[in-house]
């Protein structure tokens, strides 16, 4: 009689792992990355350390290469750098932006010195850590706000920015030269509002540091080859080798955009949509160089070039349909704020986002099945990075301090009961409202939630109410930025 043999658990496959090290059968690299991926260690994660020092909210945070470094930027335009298992501040200074910080990156092998930044002035600098202090320069500016910026992998002089004038540059530190790549511009007449995309996102592949993909105000993300340009000017380089979107918002009327990129080192692409969801793309599910809205499925020679295979899509339709539709993560709220996505674990087998109601949501790459949800911030999550080289995580949003993720709780968590009514906590006032493109992102995400199935029974003045407020919140921000010391109406006024 055979006997039912028990299904092997977590703990018996950690039990294994450690005795085929010990015997040597398992080598102490494999080792910690199988840990380092163990789904039981993320359903252990908890709040390690805050670090707090900043004045303002945090806007981003990053590792250095080998992981012992935390490096921050803010709203009270300073960047730092932590020793993030201490909790101690190794430097902190003025970042020369007059604006918010929104991105600072560590430039690989540079003893940790050498820093790149953007901000909401338009500004892209370098800082310079010497022996008598900190010195930062211009570099390059974008007539509007820079969201990211791009490191080249393995490069400790090259790296690319994108604005919402969107406008992509490279910039090389040796020289200290900004080239202008190319303008973003809408595909098609449907945005005759919008004569260029503005751009919240850039990433660079890891796999393939030729490629590297942009996005903003629109529903495609854009993938460019940087062979394809020509440094005397001589061609046009505004024309993406790939474009990336899931089928059903191809054309459609809601107005989307992406505020978030992400490579994984298996070269997959996962892009973060605002008012919709996450969806994680493969290399065979480009629309090709000229995506057409009635036909979403078609080939791509540029990228067949490059090694993109595309081949397979053209066999049947019907396997077309199965290949073009990307992995969805669902569940978290990305409306108000211009928030990242990041892979998680040593080969990427996690994806983690932010949300509006001040969480962090972790999702299992294959399936997208929703593994934890972690209370993080009393009003929204914006950036979340992961460690190199271990499990651990470090978020920030609109809270002033950092918070360290480790797996250190005793019991393993589980998922909240009613995570489909998860809503956005009150926004107070802390939402930077001060240009007509702010406006504007804002009021398309009221038409989207106003037209949603799960709003239809919401009373006409609560959309009426949520309109005032945001011209509210646009004219005070208006008025704060300026000089004349009128008076302003204040909220209470509109709404007695």
Request: with cysteine; glycine share 8%; proline share 4%.
């Amino acid at each position: 009689m055979m006997r039912n043999k028990r299904a092997r658990t977590s703990v018996d496959k950690a039990v294994v792992d450690v005795w085929q090290r010990e015997v040597g059968e398992l080598s102490t690299r494999k080792f910690a990355r199988r840990l380092a991926a163990s789904e039981d260690l993320v359903l252990r994660l908890d709040i390690y350390k805050k670090l707090e020092k900043h004045r303002g909210c945090v806007n981003t945070v990053s590792f250095n290469a080998d992981g012992n470094i935390l490096v921050s930027g803010s709203d009270d335009k300073r960047v730092i750098l932590w020793d993030w298992e201490t909790g101690h501040a190794k430097l902190a200074f003025q970042s020369g932006h007059v604006s918010n910080v929104f991105q600072a990156k560590i430039m690989p092998y540079t003893d940790d010195r050498s820093l790149v930044t953007c901000a909401a002035d338009g500004q892209v600098r370098h800082a310079q850590i010497l022996e008598r202090g900190v010195e930062t320069r211009l570099l390059a500016e974008h007539q509007g706000r820079a969201h990211k910026l791009a490191i080249e992998p393995g490069s400790p002089h090259i790296f690319y920015t994108c604005g919402e004038d969107g406008v992509v540059q490279h910039i090389d530190l040796r020289t200290a030269a900004a080239t202008k790549l190319f303008t973003c511009h809408p595909i098609d007449d449907s945005r005759a509002y919008m004569p260029v995309i503005n751009l919240n996102a850039i990433a660079i592949d890891p796999r393939n540091p030729n490629l590297f993909a942009v996005a903003g105000l629109d529903e495609y993300t854009r993938l460019y080859d940087i062979r394809k340009y020509k440094w005397d000017g001589s061609t046009d380089f505004g024309q993406p080798a790939d474009y990336f979107c899931p089928p059903h918002l191809i054309g459609g009327d809601d107005q989307v955009g992406i505020t978030g990129l992400a490579f994984s080192d298996q070269s997959e692409l996962l892009v973060s949509y605002n008012d919709e969801f996450i969806y994680l793309f493969t290399r065979d599910m480009g629309l090709g160089s000229s995506p057409i809205a009635s036909s979403p499925f078609s080939s791509c020679s540029e990228a067949s070039e490059m090694g993109l295979d595309h081949s397979a899509m053209s066999s049947s339709a019907m396997g077309a349909d199965e290949k073009a539709i990307p992995q969805v993560y669902k569940g978290h709220r990305n409306c108000e704020t211009v928030k990242g996505v990041s892979f998680f674990g040593p080969k990427s087998e996690y994806v983690v986002s932010g949300s509006d109601c001040g969480r962090i949501f972790i999702w299992k790459k294959k399936g997208g099945e929703l593994l934890r949800v972690m209370e993080a911030d009393k009003h929204v999550v914006n950036c979340i990075k992961s460690h190199p080289h271990t499990t651990v995580l470090a978020s920030s949003g609109i809270e002033k301090d950092i918070k360290i993720w480790t797996p250190k709780a005793i019991d393993k968590a589980t998922l909240p009961t009613n995570i489909e009514q998860f809503k956005p906590k009150p926004r107070g006032w802390m939402y930077r409202v001060t240009t007509p493109q702010d406006l504007m992102f804002h009021l398309f995400s009221l038409q989207r939630r106003g037209s949603s199935p799960e709003r239809n029974g919401e009373n006409s003045s609560v959309a009426s109410r949520e309109l005032l407020e945001l011209i509210w919140t646009f004219n005070a921000n208006s008025d704060a930025s300026s000089d004349d010391g009128g008076d302003a109406s204040g909220r209470e006024d509109l709404f007695s």
